[in-house]
Protein backbone atom coordinates (compact mmCIF):
# COMPACT_ATOMS: atom_id res chain seq x y z
CA UNK A 1 0.00 0.00 0.00
CA UNK A 2 3.19 2.68 1.01
CA UNK A 3 4.47 1.37 -2.37
CA UNK A 4 1.31 2.46 -4.33
CA UNK A 5 0.68 5.87 -2.63
CA UNK A 6 4.78 6.45 -3.06
CA UNK A 7 4.23 5.92 -6.69
CA UNK A 8 1.20 7.96 -6.78
CA UNK A 9 2.91 10.95 -5.56
CA UNK A 10 6.27 10.80 -7.41
CA UNK A 11 3.94 10.43 -11.00
CA UNK A 12 1.91 13.29 -9.96
CA UNK A 13 4.75 15.25 -8.84
CA UNK A 14 6.74 14.77 -12.07
CA UNK A 15 3.79 15.81 -13.89
CA UNK A 16 3.13 18.98 -12.26
CA UNK A 17 6.90 19.73 -12.11
CA UNK A 18 6.74 18.99 -16.84
CA UNK A 19 3.90 20.24 -17.14
CA UNK A 20 4.72 23.64 -19.14
CA UNK A 21 2.15 25.99 -18.91
CA UNK A 22 -0.42 25.37 -15.89
CA UNK A 23 -4.39 26.94 -16.11
CA UNK A 24 -7.16 27.55 -13.93
CA UNK A 25 -10.50 26.15 -15.21
CA UNK A 26 -13.00 28.78 -15.87
CA UNK A 27 -16.55 27.69 -15.05
CA UNK A 28 -20.39 28.95 -15.89
CA UNK A 29 -23.47 28.40 -14.61
CA UNK A 30 -26.56 29.34 -16.48
CA UNK A 31 -30.53 29.90 -17.01
CA UNK A 32 -32.25 30.15 -20.05
CA UNK A 33 -35.48 33.07 -19.56
CA UNK A 34 -37.66 33.07 -21.92
CA UNK A 35 -37.63 29.00 -21.61
CA UNK A 36 -38.90 29.88 -18.25
CA UNK A 37 -41.38 31.87 -19.52
CA UNK A 38 -43.08 28.63 -20.61
CA UNK A 39 -42.74 27.39 -16.67
CA UNK A 40 -39.69 25.04 -17.32
CA UNK A 41 -36.70 25.08 -15.13
CA UNK A 42 -33.69 25.05 -16.52
CA UNK A 43 -29.67 25.20 -16.28
CA UNK A 44 -26.65 25.25 -18.20
CA UNK A 45 -23.45 24.16 -16.57
CA UNK A 46 -20.52 25.03 -19.01
CA UNK A 47 -16.81 25.03 -18.43
CA UNK A 48 -13.56 25.56 -20.54
CA UNK A 49 -11.52 23.22 -22.05
CA UNK A 50 -8.60 26.00 -23.54
CA UNK A 51 -8.43 29.53 -25.17
CA UNK A 52 -11.13 28.67 -27.87
CA UNK A 53 -13.46 25.93 -26.60
CA UNK A 54 -16.08 25.46 -24.37
CA UNK A 55 -18.15 22.38 -23.01
CA UNK A 56 -21.52 22.38 -21.78
CA UNK A 57 -24.81 20.94 -20.64
CA UNK A 58 -28.11 22.33 -20.57
CA UNK A 59 -31.03 20.66 -18.52
CA UNK A 60 -34.77 21.74 -18.83
CA UNK A 61 -37.22 19.62 -17.01
CA UNK A 62 -40.96 20.85 -16.71
CA UNK A 63 -43.65 18.16 -14.43
CA UNK A 64 -46.18 21.08 -14.41
CA UNK A 65 -49.97 20.22 -15.54
CA UNK A 66 -51.80 23.52 -16.47
CA UNK A 67 -55.50 24.28 -16.25
CA UNK A 68 -57.83 21.83 -18.65
CA UNK A 69 -54.71 19.41 -18.55
CA UNK A 70 -52.59 21.34 -20.55
CA UNK A 71 -48.97 20.27 -20.27
CA UNK A 72 -45.53 20.86 -22.08
CA UNK A 73 -43.78 18.45 -19.62
CA UNK A 74 -40.79 17.46 -20.63
CA UNK A 75 -37.09 16.49 -19.74
CA UNK A 76 -34.08 17.83 -22.00
CA UNK A 77 -30.86 17.40 -22.14
CA UNK A 78 -28.84 19.34 -24.79
CA UNK A 79 -24.45 18.63 -24.05
CA UNK A 80 -22.27 20.20 -26.57
CA UNK A 81 -19.13 22.05 -27.37
CA UNK A 82 -19.02 25.45 -28.36
CA UNK A 83 -16.05 27.53 -30.40
CA UNK A 84 -15.74 30.93 -29.75
CA UNK A 85 -14.45 33.79 -31.70
CA UNK A 86 -12.50 35.39 -29.45
CA UNK A 87 -11.77 33.73 -26.18
CA UNK A 88 -14.17 31.74 -24.20
CA UNK A 89 -16.86 33.48 -22.75
CA UNK A 90 -16.46 36.12 -25.37
CA UNK A 91 -17.80 37.62 -28.16
CA UNK A 92 -19.28 35.21 -31.06
CA UNK A 93 -19.29 31.44 -31.02
CA UNK A 94 -20.63 28.76 -33.23
CA UNK A 95 -21.32 25.03 -31.61
CA UNK A 96 -22.79 21.50 -32.11
CA UNK A 97 -25.11 19.80 -29.94
CA UNK A 98 -26.40 16.32 -28.68
CA UNK A 99 -30.25 16.24 -28.23
CA UNK A 100 -31.94 13.43 -25.90
CA UNK A 101 -35.63 14.38 -24.54
CA UNK A 102 -38.94 12.83 -23.31
CA UNK A 103 -41.88 14.89 -23.38
CA UNK A 104 -45.23 14.79 -23.22
CA UNK A 105 -47.49 17.74 -23.87
CA UNK A 106 -50.58 19.06 -25.97
CA UNK A 107 -51.23 21.07 -28.77
CA UNK A 108 -54.37 22.48 -29.99
CA UNK A 109 -56.90 19.43 -29.58
CA UNK A 110 -53.88 16.84 -29.27
CA UNK A 111 -52.32 15.16 -26.34
CA UNK A 112 -48.42 14.20 -27.53
CA UNK A 113 -46.27 11.89 -25.60
CA UNK A 114 -42.85 10.64 -26.42
CA UNK A 115 -38.95 10.84 -26.89
CA UNK A 116 -36.57 12.50 -29.34
CA UNK A 117 -33.22 12.26 -30.33
CA UNK A 118 -30.84 13.69 -32.65
CA UNK A 119 -27.48 16.34 -33.08
CA UNK A 120 -27.93 20.50 -33.45
CA UNK A 121 -26.23 23.05 -34.34
CA UNK A 122 -26.32 26.98 -32.91
CA UNK A 123 -24.09 30.08 -32.79
CA UNK A 124 -24.57 33.33 -30.90
CA UNK A 125 -23.24 35.91 -29.01
CA UNK A 126 -21.62 36.38 -25.61
CA UNK A 127 -22.29 40.37 -24.21
CA UNK A 128 -19.69 41.07 -20.95
CA UNK A 129 -21.96 42.77 -18.47
CA UNK A 130 -19.37 42.64 -15.47
CA UNK A 131 -16.44 40.08 -14.89
CA UNK A 132 -18.79 37.81 -13.18
CA UNK A 133 -21.88 38.37 -15.48
CA UNK A 134 -22.61 37.37 -19.33
CA UNK A 135 -25.82 37.61 -21.22
CA UNK A 136 -25.94 35.22 -23.68
CA UNK A 137 -28.22 35.01 -26.90
CA UNK A 138 -28.14 31.69 -28.89
CA UNK A 139 -29.89 30.80 -32.18
CA UNK A 140 -30.04 26.88 -33.35
CA UNK A 141 -31.32 24.26 -35.41
CA UNK A 142 -31.07 20.61 -35.51
CA UNK A 143 -32.70 17.15 -36.43
CA UNK A 144 -33.88 13.98 -34.60
CA UNK A 145 -35.26 11.17 -34.88
CA UNK A 146 -38.99 11.17 -33.16
CA UNK A 147 -41.24 8.04 -31.78
CA UNK A 148 -44.24 9.48 -30.31
CA UNK A 149 -48.04 8.15 -29.45
CA UNK A 150 -50.77 10.58 -29.99
CA UNK A 151 -53.93 11.03 -28.69
CA UNK A 152 -57.28 12.77 -29.70
CA UNK A 153 -57.80 14.81 -26.79
CA UNK A 154 -55.52 16.30 -23.14
CA UNK A 155 -57.68 13.13 -21.23
CA UNK A 156 -58.45 10.41 -23.93
CA UNK A 157 -56.85 7.16 -23.50
CA UNK A 158 -57.33 5.96 -26.91
CA UNK A 159 -54.46 6.47 -29.31
CA UNK A 160 -54.87 8.30 -32.94
CA UNK A 161 -51.49 6.55 -33.92
CA UNK A 162 -47.59 5.96 -33.16
CA UNK A 163 -45.46 8.38 -35.52
CA UNK A 164 -41.86 8.21 -36.12
CA UNK A 165 -39.47 9.87 -37.61
CA UNK A 166 -36.88 12.17 -38.84
CA UNK A 167 -37.97 16.40 -37.99
CA UNK A 168 -35.87 19.44 -38.34
CA UNK A 169 -36.61 21.41 -35.27
CA UNK A 170 -35.01 24.85 -33.46
CA UNK A 171 -33.45 23.35 -30.36
CA UNK A 172 -31.39 26.62 -29.23
CA UNK A 173 -33.46 29.47 -29.08
CA UNK A 174 -32.33 31.56 -26.17
CA UNK A 175 -31.21 35.04 -23.99
CA UNK A 176 -29.37 33.27 -20.94
CA UNK A 177 -27.93 35.13 -18.40
CA UNK A 178 -24.45 33.72 -17.13
CA UNK A 179 -22.75 33.51 -14.09
CA UNK A 180 -18.44 33.04 -14.39
CA UNK A 181 -17.00 31.14 -11.55
Given at each position: ??????????????????????????????????????????????????????????V??N?????????????????????????????????????G?????????????????????????????????????????????????????????????????????????????????
Amino acid sequence: MKKNIFAYALMTAFCLCCSGKMQAQFYSAGTNIPVLGTATLNAELSMTLDRWHSIHLPVYYNPFVFGGNKKIQNFTLLPGVRRWALESYIGGFAGANLIGTKYHFTWKDNRYKGQAYGVGISAGYALMLSPRWNLEAELGIGLVWTDYEKYPCEKCTRKIEDESGWHAVPNKVGVSVVYLF
